[in-house]
């Protein structure tokens, strides 16, 4: 029998699963960072912090090795030769050069009192000096030195001519004295295991003679010897076209250098200086 209960009191179906009701809390009402706890967290500045310390780190180290690596040293750019000249100019006293940062010591070449058996002297450790730079050229135990064999700026054979001279105006020629006979062991040792520190001394001998050597030269002959010449102060040729085929041949052979060896070859020159200062002094013993 069909039921008489109307359709609108017939109970509604319900879900099968009942949807939770939830009741947002103030707080999440209004949301804020500051509602949830981070006491147990590192904040972020500290954990980022650290990973950005390391990273400037980084930076920094590689801008620092770039700056090197960038890093022009005086007289660079027109070759190496020119990074030795202006070391060797900062070794001269201020007297003897405007780039000159050492203090003078003892009088100046114009007051010097030279005498003939001091300058004998000086010529004949001089002698020794150049002839074992020719002889080691000559050798060549590293390649590098072949390139510096017959560059007219050879001295020996005109410093021969000159001891010959003096022995003729009956001066006796004495024996090589300690300052040219320890240079000369030097110069023989350095060759054989370090050509950057020889090619220091080379050069600065040579060139250094062909400057300051023959200032020296002409104020201690107008002295003693009646302002003669002697052939240690004369070279065949054109002095400065000399000179320049000189530096271009070291330009060369340094090209092929690292930065490390360049340096090392001009921390050689105080050496060069000392050595040839000892020798120097001679003249007024």
Request: proline share 6%; aromatic share 10%; hydrophobic share 35%.
């Amino acid at each position: 029998m069909a039921s008489t209960t109307p359709i609108s009191h017939i109970s509604q179906p319900q879900p099968l699963f009942k949807k939770p009701h939830f009741t947002p809390s103030q707080s999440l009402k209004n949301p804020s960072f500051s509602s949830v706890p981070t006491s147990n967290y590192p904040s972020c500045s500290r954990l980022f912090g650290k990973f950005a310390d390391r990273k400037m780190v980084v930076v920094v180290a590689a801008t620092a090795a770039t700056e090197k690596s960038k890093k022009r040293y005086p007289g660079e750019s027109k070759g190496f030769v020119e990074e030795m000249r202006f070391v060797a100019m900062k070794l001269h006293t201020k007297d003897q050069a405007k780039e000159g940062e050492k203090e003078p010591q003892g009088q100046p070449v114009a007051k010097w009192e030279p005498s003939v058996d001091g300058y004998l002297r000086f010529l004949v450790d001089s002698n020794l000096v150049y002839d074992t730079l020719e002889k080691i050229v000559d050798r060549a135990d590293f390649p590098e030195y072949a390139e510096f064999r017959n560059t007219g700026l050879e001295r020996s054979e005109g410093l021969a001519k000159d001891l010959e001279w003096f022995k003729q105006q009956g001066h006796v020629i004495p024996e090589p004295s300690s300052p040219g006979a320890s240079y000369a062991a030097y110069l023989e040792e350095l060759s054989k295991k370090d050509p950057q520190a020889f090619i220091c001394h080379f050069y600065n001998t040579y060139f250094a003679h062909s400057a300051g050597g023959r200032m020296i030269g002409k104020k201690v002959a107008e002295k003693i010897l009646d302002n003669k010449v002697l052939e240690f102060y004369k070279w065949d040729g054109e002095l400065s076209q000399l000179l320049q085929n000189v530096r271009e041949k070291l330009n060369r052979v340094a090209e092929s250098w690292s930065r490390e060896e360049k340096n090392h070859c001009l921390e050689e020159t105080e050496k060069s200086f000392k050595f040839s200062g000892d020798i120097l002094r001679l003249i007024l013993t």
